[in-house]
């Protein structure tokens, strides 16, 4: 129960994250780094519902991968270090038609700046609930 608790925390922290990111770029001269097409977007609730439902799978399969390296990870940093490296690497991903598309350079930084924030705030949170059962761990 504390490891389900500990998962929808993340995924709720990671969710308003977002979305205080999206509140930050539109009040913001960020906008205009954007494309277009992004700015103009208009978001209905069942996008809101499916992308924290997307993030809830995401963290979930970080945490069962958590749960299979737990042995190498016996302290805090090193759980936070992970989740953050593999946040980082999904943030890449998703920026990844940076490099043959009309995509802002500055835009394209930005977002990851931002997701990779994102992550390591998401990791911090899931460090705290999830630990090993080993001796010697913290």
Do not use: Q
């Amino acid at each position: 129960m504390k490891v389900f608790v500990g998962i929808l925390l993340a995924t709720t922290v990671n969710f308003l994250m977002g979305l205080l990111g999206l509140y930050i770029v539109a009040s913001t001269f960020v906008i205009d780094l954007a494309s277009k097409d992004i700015s103009t977007i208009e978001l209905s609730t069942f996008d809101y519902v499916f992308s924290f439902c997307l993030k809830f799978f995401v963290i979930l399969l970080l945490t069962w991968i958590l749960n299979r390296v737990m042995p190498l990870l016996d302290k805090p940093r090193k759980r936070v270090l992970f989740i953050f490296l593999l946040g980082t690497i999904f943030a890449l991903y998703n920026e990844v038609d940076l490099f043959w598309s009309d995509v802002n350079y500055a835009w394209s930084i930005i977002v990851i700046c931002a997701e990779s924030f994102n992550w390591f705030i998401t990791a911090y949170i899931l460090s705290k609930f999830i630990r090993p059962r080993h001796l010697g761990a913290l």
